[in-house]
């Protein structure tokens, strides 16, 4: 009788055991597809994560508004990365675009476009500033007026693209001439920051 009782028993528990190993490698067939799906998922919100991180951080971004001609936009660009990164060209829906550099000639600081782009160095920044490196706008296309938002398109040295936004701003700080020929250098005590 005992073994009848204990028969009795141990059928019931191993039906249990069956099924809940049943339901545990169900579980596991579950969670491996999930598993399958969820890294492509993953990877896609992490690539899309990267994309909108783009390839440079990009402070304090502004344009110097003007109503004709020439103007240029400024900001700090800022590689968090291990390797230089290099800034080959520009655009902007308002005007055609070019990478410009203040250098000595002839004893004068002159405005040139910026041969071989604009560096940024790995795990450092570089200040796109009046009187220094910075975006210019060619022959505006209309007028860029205070509190405009402008939309920039960065391209770099290995194909890759970044968008950002600036801000129109008055500036009267750096005097510099946006013309064609350029300008002369600021001097050195005049304000390089845009009003507020």
Known sequence: ?????????????????????AASVAACGSSDDSTTAAPSASTTASAS?????????????????????????????????????TITGATTEVSPMELHE???????????????????KARSSATLEPGGDHLMLMNLAKPVKAGDELTFTLTFADGRTQTFTAVAKPFTGAQESYAPGHGESPMPEMSMSPAA
């Open 102 to 120: 203040m250098t000595m000639k002839d004893g004068k600081m002159v405005m040139q476009a910026k041969p071989g782009g604009i560096v940024i």
């Open 1 to 21: 009788m005992p073994s009848t009782t204990s028969g009795r028993l141990l059928r019931p528990a191993a039906l249990i055991a069956a099924a809940l190993l």
């Open 49 to 85: 994560a990267a994309a909108s991180a783009g390839v440079l951080g990009i402070r304090d971004p502004w344009v110097k508004a003007a109503d004709k001609g020439m103007t240029a936009a400024f900001g700090t660009l800022v590689n968090d990365g291990d390797a230089d990164v």
